[in-house]
């Protein structure tokens, strides 16, 4: 119950203080594989709104039995419709003995300050009733006709092309454990406002790279979970230092952190895959496995036009079998800062410092600020010590230059 409260409190101060618009991320691996993230947009009203479903999903999990390793996770999108409207949406999976999907969505307008229905967006909703039932059935033939008469249009999400409906299984009475869903194509749809159309960048950036040596000490620093409201000051750091990392990205906040990935590689880092909900994915099918690289692959290339060739599995855990489900390179780590848990400088820099040596790969985190506040003493002391700092893909191909000597 302790860890509960704490982490009430922690969202609630975070969602009342922040000034700009920006993802928190709650990531933890010790008795449970909990992985959150949602937005803070600075709309009190909507904000509160998000962090109680959060808190209260969070305090329903801690409470939950489970004879297997218990995971939550939370992920969400971000739309804005058009200037006055956002539209946002918070995917949970919980897995224990069994797995629950469910999904909140919140559409708000901001200028008459009041949360929005389908009635609200859609013109003749009820003559489009008929037929999003009809495709239910057709789509999900196990749906009792019983419930599907009582069935609300309560989640949704809109994208560029269509409005999606969701319907979490007992609404239909259905034995689909996933979220249940109906695509409505928007140029079917009579809709009551404008809808902003995102065409994406025209943007298309590479790595800049480093004249490194092949008798060189290199070192990669790499950070996990970002981005963040920190990652911005990480690249700070590394560019005072002319060094690099490499980032290991979650999937689902790549386009509300657009500006900062094509700054990532405007100053030569490197851009890695970590899924894109940051799922156990030992648990996953590997249909399941698949849409959580391709769905992050295709969201970075959106934002910056560059495509990753590495891939970090979430909470380290893979097997081969992953593995040959991917063409992306596996990374993982040989020195860990545990930064996540031991939380102060010194501590980081005692679990780091002692244990580089060239060639090493150093895992860091960015959704949170304990390594930012040691990596300036981290980059001065390996520096100093004869280091260089490489990508990644930098880093393997020097390996594989000095195993063909």
């Known amino acids: 119950m302790k860890k509960v409260t704490i982490l009430v409190i922690l ?22 594989l909990v992985s959150i993230n949602y937005p803070v947009t600075n709309i009190n009203v909507l904000d509160d709104a998000i962090s109680s479903y959060v808190n209260q999903t969070y305090y329903n999990f801690k409470n ?48 008459n300050d009041k949360f929005l229905t389908m009635e609200d967006l859609v013109e003749d909703l009820n003559g489009l009733d008929y037929e999003i039932k009809k495709e239910l059935l057709e ?27 969701y319907f979490n299984p007992a609404e239909i009475k259905s034995k689909h454990d996933e979220l249940i869903y109906i695509d409505v194509p928007l140029d079917s749809l009579k809709m009551l406002v404008d809808i902003d159309i995102n065409e994406g960048k025209d943007t298309y950036l590479s790595i800049k790279k480093r004249n490194v040596s092949i008798d060189d000490k290199v070192v990669a620093l790499t950070f996990d979970d970002g981005p963040s409201k920190y990652t911005n000051k990480i690249l700070d750091v590394l560019k005072k230092y002319n060094a690099c990392g490499t980032f290991f990205l979650i999937g689902n906040k790549v386009e509300f952190y657009s500006d900062t990935l094509r700054r990532m590689l405007e100053e030569g880092s490197e851009i890695g895959n970590h899924s894109y909900d940051h799922k156990l994915l030992t648990r996953l099918s590997k249909e399941e496995f698949q849409e959580e690289l391709n769905k992050t692959q295709e969201a970075i290339k959106k934002v910056t036009g560059f495509t990753p060739t590495l891939f970090r ?15 992306l390179k596996f990374v993982l780590w ?72």
């Open 313 to 327: 599995p979430t909470y380290g855990g893979y097997t081969n079998t992953l593995k040959s489900y991917t063409d």
């Open 11 to 32: 969202v609630l101060l975070l969602c009342g203080c922040e000034k700009e618009k920006n993802v928190e991320s709650y990531i933890s691996s010790n008795d449970e």
């Open 64 to 111: 939950m039995d489970s004879s297997v390793i218990p995971e939550l996770n939370i992920s969400y999108t971000y739309k804005e419709i058009n200037e006055d409207i956002i539209n946002v949406s918070l995917k949970t999976e919980i897995v224990t003995d069994k797995t629950i999907n469910k999904i909140k969505t919140f559409t708000y307008n901001k200028t």
């Open 139 to 165: 789509k999900y033939q196990d749906a009792d006709m019983d419930y599907l008469s009582d069935v609300s249009y309560d989640y949704f999400t809109i994208d560029d092309e269509n409005l999606t409906l």
């Open 334 to 405: 040989d020195v860990d800062s545990r930064d996540w848990q031991v939380k102060t400088k010194d501590k980081i820099l005692k679990n780091v410092l002692p244990n580089v040596k060239s060639g090493s790969i150093i895992l860091m985190h960015d959704n949170h600020d304990y390594s930012l506040n040691a990596l300036e003493d981290m980059i001065e002391s390996l520096k100093k010590q004869g280091y260089k700092f490489v990508t990644v893909t930098e880093l393997l191909e020097l390996k594989t230059l000095r195993e063909s000597e």
